[in-house]
């Protein structure tokens, strides 16, 4: 007899939510030279953080996107909201030194999704 074969999807819960990542809003630095950007901290969250899938990266290969990577957050409902003008930074070893920019936002069942693109130099 033949056992019948079942795939489960993985899901999100608190163990994969481990990387802290910070979600930042961007803008250039006052003073004599205005040169540069500051960013001041919006929301910081743990995450999960995997490759994009192939249909992320046909939609960011039409845009020139090189370097990408999704993220998943718990929906923080009303604390913060998401954004495309704001950037993310990951605190891994990594992803250290990147800034992030929000390319697409995926709101599902009390989680967000983001598709990142890594190739903006510091914004």
Same mark, same amino acid.
Do not use: F, Q
């Given at each position: 007899m033949m056992r019948k074969?079942?795939?489960?999807?993985?899901?999100?819960?608190?163990?994969?939510?481990n990387t802290p990542v910070e979600f930042c809003s961007?803008?250039?630095?006052?003073?004599?030279?205005?040169?540069g950007?500051?960013?001041?901290?919006?929301?910081?969250?743990?995450?999960?953080?995997?490759?994009?899938s192939l249909k992320d990266i046909e939609i960011l290969k039409s /845009?020139?996107?090189?370097k990408s990577v999704t993220i998943i957050i718990r929906? *923080?409902? $009303?604390? %913060?909201q998401t954004d495309n003008k704001h950037?993310?930074?990951?605190?891994?070893? /990594?992803y250290a030194g990147v800034v992030w920019?929000?390319?697409?936002?995926? *709101?599902? $069942?009390? %989680?967000i999704t983001f598709l990142l693109n890594g190739d903006n130099d510091g914004v």
């Open positions: 074969k079942s795939i489960k999807s993985e899901t999100t819960h608190n163990g994969t939510l961007t803008k250039v630095a006052s003073g004599l030279h205005k040169h950007t500051t960013n001041k901290v919006e929301y910081k969250a743990w995450a999960e953080i995997y490759s994009s /845009r020139g996107v090189k929906d *923080p409902y $009303g604390a %913060y950037v993310v930074m990951i605190h891994s070893p /990594r920019k929000i390319e697409d936002i995926r *709101p599902k $069942g009390g %989680y």
